[in-house]
Protein backbone atom coordinates (compact mmCIF):
# COMPACT_ATOMS: atom_id res chain seq x y z
CA UNK A 1 0.00 0.00 0.00
CA UNK A 2 1.86 3.39 -0.90
CA UNK A 3 1.51 6.71 -0.19
CA UNK A 4 1.06 10.18 -1.97
CA UNK A 5 3.23 13.23 -2.03
CA UNK A 6 1.10 15.70 -3.65
CA UNK A 7 -0.72 18.33 -1.08
CA UNK A 8 -4.43 17.50 -0.77
CA UNK A 9 -6.27 20.11 -2.14
CA UNK A 10 -9.74 21.25 -3.14
CA UNK A 11 -8.67 20.19 -6.55
CA UNK A 12 -7.23 17.12 -5.38
CA UNK A 13 -11.26 15.52 -5.16
CA UNK A 14 -11.30 15.84 -9.12
CA UNK A 15 -7.38 15.37 -10.01
CA UNK A 16 -6.50 12.52 -7.92
CA UNK A 17 -7.66 9.05 -8.93
CA UNK A 18 -6.44 5.06 -9.13
CA UNK A 19 -6.86 1.98 -9.91
CA UNK A 20 -7.74 -0.56 -7.62
CA UNK A 21 -8.86 -3.67 -9.12
CA UNK A 22 -10.57 -4.93 -6.17
CA UNK A 23 -13.16 -2.19 -5.88
CA UNK A 24 -13.83 -1.86 -9.37
CA UNK A 25 -14.15 -6.13 -9.81
CA UNK A 26 -16.48 -6.59 -6.40
CA UNK A 27 -18.23 -3.13 -7.95
CA UNK A 28 -18.91 -4.20 -11.05
CA UNK A 29 -20.18 -7.88 -10.12
CA UNK A 30 -22.59 -6.49 -7.58
CA UNK A 31 -24.12 -4.41 -9.85
CA UNK A 32 -24.66 -6.87 -12.91
CA UNK A 33 -25.93 -9.17 -10.29
CA UNK A 34 -28.36 -6.98 -9.08
CA UNK A 35 -29.37 -5.41 -12.13
CA UNK A 36 -29.89 -8.96 -13.76
CA UNK A 37 -31.90 -10.28 -10.83
CA UNK A 38 -34.01 -6.87 -10.58
CA UNK A 39 -34.69 -6.87 -14.48
CA UNK A 40 -35.72 -10.97 -14.12
CA UNK A 41 -38.10 -10.09 -11.29
CA UNK A 42 -40.07 -7.43 -13.26
CA UNK A 43 -40.73 -9.83 -15.65
CA UNK A 44 -41.68 -11.95 -13.12
CA UNK A 45 -44.14 -9.45 -12.06
CA UNK A 46 -42.35 -6.93 -9.10
CA UNK A 47 -43.56 -4.26 -8.18
CA UNK A 48 -40.58 -2.98 -6.23
CA UNK A 49 -39.87 0.50 -6.85
CA UNK A 50 -37.28 1.40 -8.93
CA UNK A 51 -35.99 3.87 -5.85
CA UNK A 52 -34.73 1.04 -4.14
CA UNK A 53 -32.40 0.55 -6.95
CA UNK A 54 -31.00 3.82 -7.26
CA UNK A 55 -30.35 3.33 -3.30
CA UNK A 56 -28.32 0.34 -3.60
CA UNK A 57 -26.51 1.82 -6.81
CA UNK A 58 -25.75 5.15 -5.75
CA UNK A 59 -25.59 4.79 -1.81
CA UNK A 60 -24.15 1.67 -1.85
CA UNK A 61 -22.16 0.61 -5.11
CA UNK A 62 -21.22 4.09 -5.90
CA UNK A 63 -19.98 5.50 -2.48
CA UNK A 64 -17.80 1.78 -2.51
CA UNK A 65 -16.35 2.30 -5.80
CA UNK A 66 -15.53 6.62 -4.99
CA UNK A 67 -13.90 5.27 -1.81
CA UNK A 68 -11.30 2.90 -3.43
CA UNK A 69 -11.01 4.52 -6.85
CA UNK A 70 -11.34 8.45 -6.14
CA UNK A 71 -9.71 11.08 -3.51
CA UNK A 72 -10.39 9.07 -0.39
CA UNK A 73 -8.89 6.05 -2.15
CA UNK A 74 -5.80 7.57 -2.59
CA UNK A 75 -4.93 9.72 0.33
CA UNK A 76 -6.00 6.59 2.62
CA UNK A 77 -2.67 5.15 2.97
CA UNK A 78 -0.79 9.07 3.41
CA UNK A 79 -3.29 10.97 5.87
CA UNK A 80 -4.63 8.81 9.18
CA UNK A 81 -8.16 11.28 8.81
CA UNK A 82 -9.01 9.97 5.37
CA UNK A 83 -8.51 6.35 6.54
CA UNK A 84 -11.13 6.91 9.21
CA UNK A 85 -13.19 8.52 6.93
CA UNK A 86 -13.15 5.82 4.29
CA UNK A 87 -14.09 3.35 7.51
CA UNK A 88 -16.93 4.63 8.25
CA UNK A 89 -18.03 5.37 4.39
CA UNK A 90 -17.18 1.02 4.20
CA UNK A 91 -19.00 0.36 7.62
CA UNK A 92 -21.68 2.53 7.42
CA UNK A 93 -22.80 4.70 4.39
CA UNK A 94 -22.64 1.23 1.78
CA UNK A 95 -23.78 -1.05 3.64
CA UNK A 96 -26.81 1.03 4.31
CA UNK A 97 -27.34 1.88 0.53
CA UNK A 98 -27.33 -1.80 -0.24
CA UNK A 99 -29.46 -3.28 2.81
CA UNK A 100 -31.85 -0.45 1.88
CA UNK A 101 -31.55 -1.67 -1.84
CA UNK A 102 -33.52 -4.69 -0.39
CA UNK A 103 -31.16 -7.37 -2.24
CA UNK A 104 -33.26 -10.20 -0.93
CA UNK A 105 -36.12 -9.44 -1.87
CA UNK A 106 -35.30 -8.77 -5.56
CA UNK A 107 -33.18 -12.24 -4.92
CA UNK A 108 -36.53 -13.88 -4.52
CA UNK A 109 -38.85 -12.82 -6.55
CA UNK A 110 -35.93 -12.79 -9.59
CA UNK A 111 -35.94 -16.80 -8.95
CA UNK A 112 -38.80 -19.34 -9.42
CA UNK A 113 -40.60 -21.09 -6.91
CA UNK A 114 -37.97 -23.93 -6.07
CA UNK A 115 -35.15 -20.86 -6.22
CA UNK A 116 -37.30 -18.97 -3.74
CA UNK A 117 -37.91 -21.95 -1.63
CA UNK A 118 -34.03 -22.72 -1.36
CA UNK A 119 -33.68 -18.68 -0.25
CA UNK A 120 -36.03 -19.51 2.62
CA UNK A 121 -34.61 -22.47 3.68
CA UNK A 122 -31.02 -20.81 3.97
CA UNK A 123 -32.96 -17.61 5.97
CA UNK A 124 -34.38 -20.31 8.41
CA UNK A 125 -31.22 -22.00 9.15
CA UNK A 126 -29.27 -21.87 12.04
CA UNK A 127 -26.37 -20.52 10.99
CA UNK A 128 -28.26 -17.32 9.69
CA UNK A 129 -30.26 -16.94 12.58
CA UNK A 130 -27.57 -16.83 15.09
CA UNK A 131 -25.47 -14.59 12.26
CA UNK A 132 -28.61 -11.97 12.34
CA UNK A 133 -28.83 -11.90 16.20
CA UNK A 134 -28.98 -8.46 17.54
CA UNK A 135 -26.47 -9.17 19.69
CA UNK A 136 -23.92 -11.05 17.23
CA UNK A 137 -24.02 -8.00 14.35
CA UNK A 138 -24.10 -5.19 17.28
CA UNK A 139 -20.69 -7.01 18.65
CA UNK A 140 -19.21 -7.07 15.18
CA UNK A 141 -20.14 -3.74 14.40
CA UNK A 142 -18.95 -2.31 17.77
CA UNK A 143 -16.08 -4.03 17.57
CA UNK A 144 -14.59 -4.17 14.35
CA UNK A 145 -13.22 -0.82 13.87
CA UNK A 146 -11.61 -0.91 17.21
CA UNK A 147 -9.55 -4.40 16.47
CA UNK A 148 -8.58 -2.27 13.00
CA UNK A 149 -7.54 0.94 14.21
CA UNK A 150 -6.19 0.16 18.18
CA UNK A 151 -4.16 -3.51 17.00
CA UNK A 152 -1.27 -4.06 14.46
CA UNK A 153 -4.23 -5.02 11.78
CA UNK A 154 -4.14 -1.22 11.03
CA UNK A 155 -0.64 -0.85 10.22
CA UNK A 156 -0.41 -3.82 8.19
CA UNK A 157 -3.34 -2.82 6.44
CA UNK A 158 -1.58 0.39 5.61
CA UNK A 159 1.68 -1.83 4.13
CA UNK A 160 -0.30 -4.87 2.34
CA UNK A 161 -2.68 -3.79 -0.36
CA UNK A 162 -4.18 -7.23 -0.49
CA UNK A 163 -5.23 -7.18 3.21
CA UNK A 164 -6.36 -3.26 2.62
CA UNK A 165 -8.49 -4.86 0.00
CA UNK A 166 -9.64 -7.97 2.40
CA UNK A 167 -10.62 -5.50 5.05
CA UNK A 168 -11.93 -2.98 3.07
CA UNK A 169 -14.73 -6.17 2.18
CA UNK A 170 -15.18 -7.33 5.09
CA UNK A 171 -16.34 -4.09 6.48
CA UNK A 172 -18.68 -3.63 4.17
CA UNK A 173 -19.48 -7.37 4.75
CA UNK A 174 -20.02 -6.48 8.77
CA UNK A 175 -22.06 -3.61 8.13
CA UNK A 176 -24.40 -5.01 5.85
CA UNK A 177 -25.07 -7.86 7.76
CA UNK A 178 -25.85 -5.27 10.73
CA UNK A 179 -28.41 -2.90 8.35
CA UNK A 180 -29.92 -5.79 7.06
CA UNK A 181 -31.41 -7.78 9.92
CA UNK A 182 -31.78 -4.31 11.76
CA UNK A 183 -33.52 -2.55 8.94
CA UNK A 184 -35.74 -6.05 8.15
CA UNK A 185 -37.00 -4.15 5.15
CA UNK A 186 -35.83 -7.88 3.44
CA UNK A 187 -36.55 -11.20 4.31
CA UNK A 188 -35.06 -11.70 7.69
CA UNK A 189 -34.47 -15.33 9.62
CA UNK A 190 -36.13 -13.71 12.44
CA UNK A 191 -37.92 -10.47 13.04
CA UNK A 192 -37.41 -8.19 16.57
CA UNK A 193 -38.77 -5.20 17.77
CA UNK A 194 -37.56 -2.06 16.52
CA UNK A 195 -36.98 -0.79 19.50
CA UNK A 196 -34.42 -3.19 20.18
CA UNK A 197 -32.76 -1.84 17.19
CA UNK A 198 -32.94 1.94 18.72
CA UNK A 199 -31.86 1.32 22.14
CA UNK A 200 -28.27 -0.63 20.61
CA UNK A 201 -28.06 2.56 18.34
CA UNK A 202 -28.00 4.83 21.61
CA UNK A 203 -25.07 2.55 22.60
CA UNK A 204 -23.26 2.62 19.47
CA UNK A 205 -23.47 5.78 19.50
CA UNK A 206 -21.30 5.97 22.88
CA UNK A 207 -18.95 3.67 21.56
CA UNK A 208 -17.69 5.91 18.78
CA UNK A 209 -17.56 8.86 20.86
CA UNK A 210 -15.66 6.53 23.13
CA UNK A 211 -13.02 5.32 20.79
CA UNK A 212 -12.96 8.78 19.31
CA UNK A 213 -11.40 10.19 22.39
CA UNK A 214 -8.88 7.07 22.84
CA UNK A 215 -7.68 8.57 19.73
CA UNK A 216 -7.97 11.66 20.95
CA UNK A 217 -6.22 11.61 24.10
CA UNK A 218 -4.34 8.16 23.77
CA UNK A 219 -0.77 7.71 21.96
CA UNK A 220 -0.27 7.98 18.30
CA UNK A 221 -1.29 4.88 15.95
CA UNK A 222 1.08 3.70 13.59
CA UNK A 223 3.95 5.73 14.34
CA UNK A 224 6.54 3.47 12.29
CA UNK A 225 4.63 4.12 9.33
CA UNK A 226 3.77 7.61 9.28
CA UNK A 227 6.95 8.28 10.30
CA UNK A 228 8.33 6.83 7.08
CA UNK A 229 5.58 7.94 4.56
CA UNK A 230 7.46 11.58 5.46
CA UNK A 231 4.55 14.39 4.93
CA UNK A 232 6.19 17.79 4.81
CA UNK A 233 2.45 19.38 4.01
CA UNK A 234 -0.81 18.79 5.84
CA UNK A 235 -1.43 18.31 9.65
CA UNK A 236 1.49 16.63 11.95
CA UNK A 237 0.40 13.08 13.02
CA UNK A 238 -0.85 14.55 16.51
CA UNK A 239 -3.00 16.67 14.54
CA UNK A 240 -3.77 14.14 12.10
CA UNK A 241 -5.10 11.61 14.81
CA UNK A 242 -7.38 13.98 16.43
CA UNK A 243 -8.62 15.19 13.26
CA UNK A 244 -9.50 11.17 12.74
CA UNK A 245 -10.87 10.79 16.38
CA UNK A 246 -13.39 13.70 15.55
CA UNK A 247 -14.19 12.17 12.29
CA UNK A 248 -14.98 8.59 14.03
CA UNK A 249 -16.69 10.40 16.84
CA UNK A 250 -19.14 13.13 14.93
CA UNK A 251 -18.88 12.37 11.54
CA UNK A 252 -19.76 8.89 12.75
CA UNK A 253 -22.80 9.98 14.62
CA UNK A 254 -24.13 12.51 11.56
CA UNK A 255 -23.66 9.56 9.02
CA UNK A 256 -25.96 7.52 11.43
CA UNK A 257 -28.44 9.56 11.35
CA UNK A 258 -30.46 8.31 8.08
CA UNK A 259 -30.56 5.07 9.91
CA UNK A 260 -32.14 6.47 12.71
CA UNK A 261 -34.62 8.00 11.28
CA UNK A 262 -35.78 4.63 9.30
CA UNK A 263 -35.59 3.02 12.60
CA UNK A 264 -37.52 5.56 14.07
CA UNK A 265 -39.99 5.33 10.98
CA UNK A 266 -40.30 1.93 11.37
CA UNK A 267 -40.94 1.42 14.90
CA UNK A 268 -43.56 4.13 14.20
CA UNK A 269 -45.25 2.29 11.96
CA UNK A 270 -44.54 -0.98 14.05
CA UNK A 271 -46.51 0.65 16.87
CA UNK A 272 -49.39 1.38 14.51
CA UNK A 273 -49.61 -2.05 13.13
CA UNK A 274 -49.73 -3.65 16.83
CA UNK A 275 -52.44 -0.75 17.74
CA UNK A 276 -54.65 -2.28 14.64
CA UNK A 277 -53.66 -5.43 16.11
CA UNK A 278 -55.38 -5.27 19.46
CA UNK A 279 -58.44 -2.80 18.27
CA UNK A 280 -59.10 -5.59 16.04
CA UNK A 281 -58.81 -7.86 19.08
CA UNK A 282 -60.69 -6.26 21.23
CA UNK A 283 -63.33 -5.60 18.78
CA UNK A 284 -63.87 -9.17 18.08
CA UNK A 285 -64.04 -9.70 21.77
CA UNK A 286 -67.03 -6.83 22.04
CA UNK A 287 -68.30 -9.13 19.03
CA UNK A 288 -68.25 -12.05 20.87
CA UNK A 289 -69.63 -11.11 24.10
CA UNK A 290 -72.44 -8.81 22.42
CA UNK A 291 -73.36 -12.40 20.35
CA UNK A 292 -73.45 -13.97 23.60
CA UNK A 293 -75.50 -11.43 25.03
CA UNK A 294 -77.49 -11.68 22.19
CA UNK A 295 -78.30 -15.59 23.10
CA UNK A 296 -78.58 -14.62 26.89
CA UNK A 297 -81.77 -12.14 26.16
CA UNK A 298 -83.49 -14.09 23.73
CA UNK A 299 -83.58 -16.97 26.08
CA UNK A 300 -84.91 -14.93 28.66
CA UNK A 301 -87.36 -12.99 26.46
CA UNK A 302 -88.78 -16.23 25.09
CA UNK A 303 -90.22 -17.43 29.08
CA UNK A 304 -91.33 -13.93 29.33
CA UNK A 305 -94.74 -14.69 27.35
CA UNK A 306 -95.63 -17.11 29.81
CA UNK A 307 -95.00 -15.11 33.22
CA UNK A 308 -97.29 -12.36 31.19
CA UNK A 309 -99.55 -14.84 30.43
CA UNK A 310 -99.94 -16.28 33.62
CA UNK A 311 -100.49 -13.13 35.31
CA UNK A 312 -102.46 -12.49 32.37
CA UNK A 313 -104.97 -15.24 33.63
CA UNK A 314 -104.74 -14.27 37.20
CA UNK A 315 -107.93 -12.01 38.34
CA UNK A 316 -106.84 -8.15 39.10
CA UNK A 317 -107.06 -7.68 42.92
CA UNK A 318 -109.42 -5.17 44.27
CA UNK A 319 -110.90 -4.22 47.89
CA UNK A 320 -109.18 -4.76 51.64
CA UNK A 321 -106.58 -7.17 51.83
CA UNK A 322 -108.33 -9.54 54.33
CA UNK A 323 -111.23 -9.75 51.90
CA UNK A 324 -109.48 -11.73 49.44
CA UNK A 325 -108.41 -14.36 52.54
CA UNK A 326 -110.91 -17.13 52.41
CA UNK A 327 -110.99 -17.84 55.81
CA UNK A 328 -111.00 -13.78 57.02
CA UNK A 329 -113.85 -13.67 54.69
CA UNK A 330 -116.01 -16.12 55.36
CA UNK A 331 -115.58 -14.89 59.43
CA UNK A 332 -116.34 -11.55 58.51
CA UNK A 333 -119.64 -12.51 56.50
CA UNK A 334 -121.08 -14.37 59.13
Same mark, same amino acid.
Not at 145 to 164: F, I, M, N, Q, S
Not at 321 to 330: Q, S
Given at each position: &????? @????????????????? @??????? !??????????????????????????????????????????????????????? !???????????????????? @???????????????????????????????????? &????????????????????????????????????????????????????????????????? !????????????????????????????????? &????????????????????????? &???????????????????????????????????????????????????????????????????????
Amino acid at each position: &MGWID @TPLTVHSIAEQWRWDTS @TVLVTAA !LGAGYGLARRRAVRNGSTESAGRGWVFGLAGLGVWLLSGVGVVGVYSGTLFWVRA !LQILLLLYVVPFGLAAGRPV @TVLREALGPAGRARVDRVLASAPARISTYPLVTSVA &MLATPWLLVLTPWYEAVLRHGGLDALTRVLLVAVGFLYFYSRLQTDPVPHRYSQAVSLLITVFES !LADGVLGLVLWLGPLVAVDYYTEVGRTWGPDLR &MDQIIAAGIIWVLGDVLGLPYLLTL &MRSWAADEQRAAARLDAELDAAERDSADRGGVVAARSSASVPVAAKTDAEEPIQSGLWWEHDPVLRDRFRR
